[in-house]
């Protein structure tokens, strides 16, 4: 249906509507009442395929016409909301995205309807302060300094305990170019690298080469890092086979090894919370490395950060306040919507090795804090977190990852108990991996080298199929990836892997997704093939 094309119309969009009956209002209610319903089904209502759903956005020509807002309302309901997968459904239990507390639905209005801008204060006045305060706690979660550190930096003009973004990858990124003006800074015959370019910056310094070194499970962001910053990606040092961690004399003796040949280690990435098994880093014995290779620290705690708000588990992440810098993910583990990442600094003058400063906005001396921050403008995402901070509190949140440990402990058991399947990686920060694995198999680790590579890959090919076999029947959700562990000598095995970090999930949730699994395994062809593979010891 085709509205006017007048500006009378247009001026009807822009303003708010009238009264409760007015069309606005009615389509409001019916967008909520629809998204209630969706919320409540299954992780994917309709089978339908992709390239299917393609078929409704294929038009390329920017509409010509106008349409009414409730006609395009109900195009959205029909071709977006019903395809789309329901994150926060409790069967949902393969990836980071979870179930958001219900608050965040009216506080994203507000924050829509403020439309606030933090890049400078002159179009975001209070929200400025409350980001600055919103890093603040985060930085005194990890960090701990005392009650004079934050009267002196909280809201200082010429400092920045961290900088908020839309996630990990800019946070990791923003700390990483950071260390990398630090690192190649100014002195009294160099302008820094920020002015000179990293060329002047390697011929100054006398190195021909600088790179990162993480553990194998460093997140792609790390390789988008060393890319965007000119260090290439052959400088991204992922070591240790096999191993989820990355091991401290490991980390030692690469380190030393490069700089010898001429190169400069510009930083250690220490993981708080791996993405494909939850695995933590040795943190403190990584910084004394660090310290030792004269490097920056930098802890990657875009997931695992929010453990730090539980007493029992908070140890897990020892020695995390000795990074230079840290990453954390508030639309992670801190159950805000997507978008809102952060990156704290030990230093609050770190960020200066960045600082910018331009004419019409971010003058010198001024608190805005696009002055600091990689990305330009920027919402308000820092509030969702403010207010969750306030509405959970520290204790709640304590609540909620001891409950996501418990339940992850208490799959691994069920894992364990349950016929035909095996627990790969055991639950490290409410992540875990596994597989099937039929029962007359389950002495593998005694086979032969060969037979063991045949099995595994004939293994493979079963998880592959009943992974996407569950996503397709659209009940529950569980991601897989491929890893290599010690246990398999190494070789790299496709695993079932599950995070479990929403609330409402249950155990009779669990029970019933391994349940489907193996309906869903004994149904395939690889299983009687698997049935007549047997484990011959070797002597
Ligand atoms: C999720 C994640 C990231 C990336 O964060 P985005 O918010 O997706 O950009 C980086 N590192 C780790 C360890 C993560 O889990």
């Known amino acids: 249906m085709k509205a006017d094309v007048s500006l009378e119309h247009l001026y009807r969009v822009f303003t708010k509507p009238e009264n409760n009956d007015s069309t606005l209002a009615k389509i409001e209610r019916h967008l909520s009442d629809n998204l209630s319903d969706f919320l409540s089904q299954h992780v994917v209502t309709k089978k339908t395929s992709l390239e299917e759903i393609e078929q409704d956005f294929r038009e390329y020509l920017v509409p010509e016409s106008p349409v009414f807002v409730s006609s395009h309302a109900q195009d959205l309901l029909d071709k977006l909301v019903s395809h789309s997968v329901n994150t926060s459904s409790p069967t949902f239990i393969g990836h980071m995205t979870s179930a958001l507390p219900y608050f965040h639905l009216p506080l994203a209005k507000l924050l829509v309807g403020l439309n ?12 400025t302060p409350l980001e600055r305060q919103t ?38 990124l923003t700390a990483l170019w950071v260390a990398r003006n630090k690192i190649l800074g100014p002195n009294e015959h160099f302008a820094g690298v920020a002015k000179e370019g990293l060329f002047a910056a390697y011929q100054h310094y006398g190195i021909d ?3 990162l070194m993480s553990s194998k499970r460093g997140h792609y962001s790390l390789g988008k890092a060393v890319d965007v910053l000119g260090l290439g990606r052959k400088n991204m040092l992922a070591v240790g086979q096999g191993s989820q961690v990355l091991k401290p004399e490991e980390a030692l003796r690469v380190g030393k090894e490069y700089q010898a040949r001429g190169k400069k280690l510009l930083a250690i990435i220490g993981i708080a919370g791996t993405t494909e098994t939850g695995h933590v880093d040795p943190l403190e014995e990584l910084s004394e490395v660090a310290k030792e290779l004269g490097t920056w620290f930098h802890v990657d705690a875009a997931w695992g950060g929010a453990t730090l708000f539980s007493s029992t588990h908070r140890s897990v992440l020892k020695g995390i306040d000795k990074a230079d810098s840290v990453t954390i993910d508030a639309h992670k583990q801190m159950y805000v919507p997507m978008g809102a990442g952060m990156v704290l600094f030990k230093d609050p003058k ?38 969750s901070l306030h509405i959970l509190g520290r204790r709640g949140y304590e609540l909620l990852i001891d409950r996501s440990m418990q339940m992850a402990v208490k799959f691994a058991q069920l894992i364990q108990q349950t016929e035909h399947f095996e627990l790969i990686t055991p639950p490290t920060l409410s992540l875990l991996t596994y597989r099937l694995c039929p029962q007359h198999l389950s002495n593998m680790a005694e086979a032969s080298d060969q037979q063991m590579a045949e099995v ?84």
């Open 135 to 172: 890093l603040g706690m985060l930085h005194g979660l990890i960090y701990k300094r005392e009650t004079n550190f934050y009267d002196q930096y909280l809201h200082s003009a010429k400092d920045a305990l961290g900088a908020f973004c839309s996630g990990g990858t800019i946070a990791n």
């Open 350 to 387: 770190s960020s200066n090795t960045v600082r910018h400063h331009a004419q019409y906005i971010l003058r010198e001396g001024s608190k805005d804090l696009g002055s600091t921050t990689l990305e330009g403008s920027r919402n308000g995402m820092a509030m969702m977190l403010y207010s």
């Open 116 to 127: 606030q801008n933090l890049v400078k204060i002159e179009t975001s006045k209070a929200f």
């Open 209 to 211: 080469d600088m790179g």
């Open 456 to 539: 595994n890959s004939q293994l493979d090919t079963l998880t592959v199929s009943v992974q996407k076999q569950q996503r397709e029947a659209g009940k529950s959700f569980v991601s897989r990836t491929r890893i290599e562990t010690e246990s398999y000598k190494g070789i790299s095995t496709t695993v079932f892997r599950v995070v479990l970090a929403n609330p409402l999930t249950t155990e009779d949730d669990l029970r019933a997704i391994l349940e489907e699994q193996v309906t869903l395994a004994k149904n395939t062809k690889i299983w009687q093939e698997l049935s007549k593979q047997s484990i011959e010891r070797i002597a």
